[in-house]
Nanobody, 124 residues
């Protein structure tokens, strides 16, 4: 059974930083792509960032490019999202997810397992 557990969310002022972590189990972690998505109240879940199985390739939503960085440590079965220069519009529940594909995939329907999410709130 694949399990994904996010941590690191919280309340931060605009301009601040947070680092989200996602611990994975139940799958050969180094052979699957990973992604971060977010969902704000009343909105659909949207793509934030993705990373390939090897970590050599990444992809970002335009809204977070230059501010967020996705990374992974295949020795620890973990993926991270470093979020800098946070804005109030970044407020959402953030989810990590895993895909059977090797590549950095921005499409949420390609992901087959999801974590339960961690709340990020950015105050103005």
């Amino acid at each position: 059974q694949v399990q994904l557990v996010e941590s690191g969310g919280g309340l931060v002022q605009a301009g601040g930083s947070l680092r989200l972590s996602c611990a994975a189990s139940g799958r050969t972690f180094s052979t699957y792509g990973m992604g971060w998505f977010r969902q704000a109240p009343g909105s659909e879940r949207e793509f934030v960032a993705a990373i390939s199985a090897s970590g050599s390739s990444t992809d970002y939503a335009d809204s977070v490019k230059g501010r967020f960085t996705i990374s992974r440590d295949n020795t620890k079965n973990a993926v991270y999202l470093q979020m800098n220069s946070l804005k109030p519009e970044d407020t959402a529940v953030y989810y990590c997810a895993t895909t059977r594909r090797l590549y950095a995939i921005p499409r949420k329907w390609d992901y087959d397992y999801w974590g339960q999410g961690t709340q990020v709130t950015v105050s103005s």
